[in-house]
């Protein structure tokens, strides 16, 4: 078969010649009632029969891979989608570099690598278990279609990352298959594995946050992970990158169409002061420091997710040839990182200094300086709009000390300039620095749908262009079918 192309005659859509690998077709086959039942019980809350204009993958050419179309959600073709094998692939970076990438996994790094297997496909169910209530309270149709765009994709990744398990791992990949299924985001008995996957995701200011912020921490790790010398994982994180840049996108447009009404709105009042936030707030938008406060939730939290700064994880991982670093064919070194040190801030007697540690050690640091770069891009372009308002107030990212819960930082308490505080201090300011009840009461009393087709929520400016360059008043969802 043509690998560039997807197999649709088959239940599953696949590129990677199911119907001839008979046990793993038999396993998935048996994974997928649950899955559906996972999505009726878990996906979006109502929509189900409501037609979704959505893409489907119907190739990997990185040249023109999806097709759009009206679909009912519960009917998407979730399918098994690998990026085409590279010939005389070789592992980039560890100590086996320059070796021939496995085609089956390594014995000695079985363990290791299910575990970064699970905890990558952990989080895609986790993603749309967080937004099912979003639905309810689209600003417009077409937001309406992008969130249902996300959940799908999260949907089709969790398949990804179950392929690799079935595939590769035996019994215990199919028992780690049905685990992704059992775990609930934020449940108390059985929550998703990491922390900002069990968190809220209460109205479309976070949900744009969290597909800025948090789908950008997904980007790093399917980075590193399609370095992998595992071919098959490689070839897996290579195809869902091409899906995660909407979803970045979904995120980074959202927050600028929002900052952007904001700027109107306040421009049409003659509000020319951003702090004067009951008067913003009586034009039905959401004043900048809000913006600002959500933007700091999100962003230390998706800090949270690259782990400890120094970690022998990381470094192990790294040497066995599993994981590598963000762009790691790029990076002009010897890759296997023997003499080299890396700057990592550290925590010295309650003061925040920077230290040099041994490279190996300092992967997970690494990658998060990696995505705090590829964060700020976002913001400076939020800037931009808020510039071209006339407007002094600016965006930007608080200190990566500031509100953390994992790793050096979790220790302390430390404003968003990354000064420590004391705990009582931290208590008296939280309220300026994070979203207080009372802000997050006003974000959700603007979250009213609007679903005639070109019509937008008061706290929202339309996109400047639609989604397969539908013009703006395309009716996205046809919500009664
Ligand atoms: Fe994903
Ligand atoms: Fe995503």
Known sequence: MNIMNVDYSTKIPNNVNLSEDRQVLKALEGWHPGYIDWWNDMGPDGFQQSLVYLRTAYSVDPRGWAKFDYVKMPDYRWGILLAPQEENRVIPFGENYGEPAWQEVPGEHRAMLRRLIVIQGDTEPASVEQQRHLGKTAPSLYDLRNLFQVNVEEGRHLWAMVYLLQKYFGRDGREEADELLRRRSGDADSPRMLGAFNEATPD???????????????KMQLHSLA????DPLSRTCR??????????????????????????AMKEAGITDPTDIAKVRALGVIDLPTIQKKLHLHYSLSLDLFGSEVSTNAANAFNAGIKGRYKETQI???????????????????????????????????????????????????NRVLERAGLQFRLRLPHVAFNRRIG????????????????????????????????NRFIQSLMQPVHAPGGFASWIAPPRIGIDNKPGDFEYVKIEA
């Open 332 to 382: 002009d070194d010897d890759h296997q990182l023997k003499n080299a040190t890396y700057p990592v801030l550290r925590l010295k007697d309650g003061a925040i200094v920077q230290e040099e540690v041994p490279a190996l050690s300092a992967l997970n640091m690494r990658l998060r300086d990696d995505f705090v770069g590829d964060a700020n891009a976002g913001v400076t372009r939020w």
């Open 408 to 439: 050096e930082f979790a220790a302390i308490r430390a404003d968003t300039d990354g000064r420590p505080m004391s705990g009582e201090r931290w208590q008296a300011d939280r309220e300026t620095m994070l979203p207080s009840a009372d802000d």
């Open 239 to 264: 195809f869902m990158l091409t899906e995660e840049a909407h979803h970045m996108f979904v995120g980074e447009t959202g927050i600028s169409r929002v900052v952007q009404r904001t700027c109107e």
């Open 227 to 230: 370095q992998s010398g595992f």
């Open 204 to 218: 479309w200011l976070s949900f744009f946050m969290f597909t800025y912020f948090t789908d950008r921490d997904g």
